[in-house]
């Protein structure tokens, strides 16, 4: 019963900020890398962010310097922050773990940055 909720997306302008959160049920998160993905009309699903297996983080390097994963108060919480964001950008956001938990995909949350 694995399962991932996104939260927080929106309609922002070009060169905003958005908060995206997620809420993880049914994973050890001190074993599975939490890790975030997108998904634009038309296109295929890629990966966006991840911790690593020493504490640290990774990106896509179309969002190096502008997107921060990090982890929530609650258990099985991480976020996304994501500041000067480009109309490329928008997308479908998706939580899961590095390795990819296929059954747990959520709805995922969506961002839309236009003028």
């Known amino acids: 019963q694995v399962q991932f909720v996104e939260s927080g997306g929106g309609l922002v302008q070009p060169g905003g900020s958005l908060r995206l959160s997620c809420a993880a049920s049914g994973v050890i998160s001190s074993i599975y890398q939490l890790a975030w993905y997108r998904q634009a009309p038309g296109k295929q699903r890629e990966f966006v962010a991840t911790?690593?297996?020493?504490?640290?983080?990774d990106y896509t390097d179309a969002v190096k310097g502008r997107f921060t994963i990090s982890r929530g108060n609650a258990k099985n919480t991480v976020y996304l922050q994501m500041n000067s964001l480009k109309p490329e950008d928008t997308a479908v956001y998706y939580c899961n773990t590095a390795r990819i938990i296929a059954s747990a995909w959520g709805q995922g949350t969506q961002v839309t940055v236009s003028s």
């Open positions: 911790f690593t297996s020493d504490g640290s983080t």
